[in-house]
């Protein structure tokens, strides 16, 4: 019984078996293949389709802020630095120096002059103001604090009166 059974399923796995593709495929082939391709459609633009671009004058850099510690830097997005001491100015908005870093990375090896506040949307929207007690205890640090949300850097929409906490 146990030998009728094995040869019944070796029988069927032969006949489900398909005979491998051993010939190549031309490039005429492959192009007429391509044709009839869904995604073929997708990509290319319709006639009369209005077509996407990136304006040229915008870029990551140009809408970041660059943190440098001489060896390595890190970009933040503007507005993410929300205090910055006199005597570490230097680190903030000059040409990068290094190798570029993940921000994460770049703030575990920083953590002696960088420290992170975490902000809500509404903080970071402007919709909620920062509490003015963190702001005092920053200028005791002597620290860059950069505002973050779920440990990533978020800018943070500040009226004209709470921009001169970030700058002492």
């Known amino acids: 019984m146990k030998s009728l059974l094995f040869l019944s399923l070796t029988l069927a796995a032969g006949a489900l078996a398909q005979t491998p593709i051993t010939a190549r495929i031309t490039p005429q082939a492959l192009a007429k293949l391509q044709q009839h391709s869904p995604m073929e459609r997708l990509m290319s633009a319709k006639e009369g389709e209005a077509t996407v671009t990136r304006p040229d004058d915008q870029s990551i850099i140009k809408q970041s802020m660059i943190l440098h510690d001489g060896k390595n830097w890190t970009l933040v997005p503007k507005g993410a630095v ?19 870093l993940p921000f994460t990375e770049f703030l575990t090896q ?28 920053w200028a005791k640090q002597d620290k860059i604090v950069i505002a973050v949300h779920q440990n990533g850097p978020i800018s943070i929409n500040v009226s004209q009166s709470a921009q001169a906490i970030t700058q002492r």
């Not at 929300?82 to 570029?100: N, Y």
């Not at 420290?115 to 963190?134: D, H, I, K, M, Y």
Request: hydrophobic share 45%; aromatic share 8%; glycine share 4%.
């Open 82 to 100: 929300i205090f910055i001491p006199k005597p570490m100015s230097a680190r903030v908005d000059a040409k990068p120096v290094g190798t570029l």
């Open 110 to 137: 920083n953590r002696a002059w960088i420290t992170t506040n975490e902000v809500s949307f509404n903080q970071a929207a402007g919709e909620e103001p920062l509490p003015a007690e963190r702001a005092a205890f």
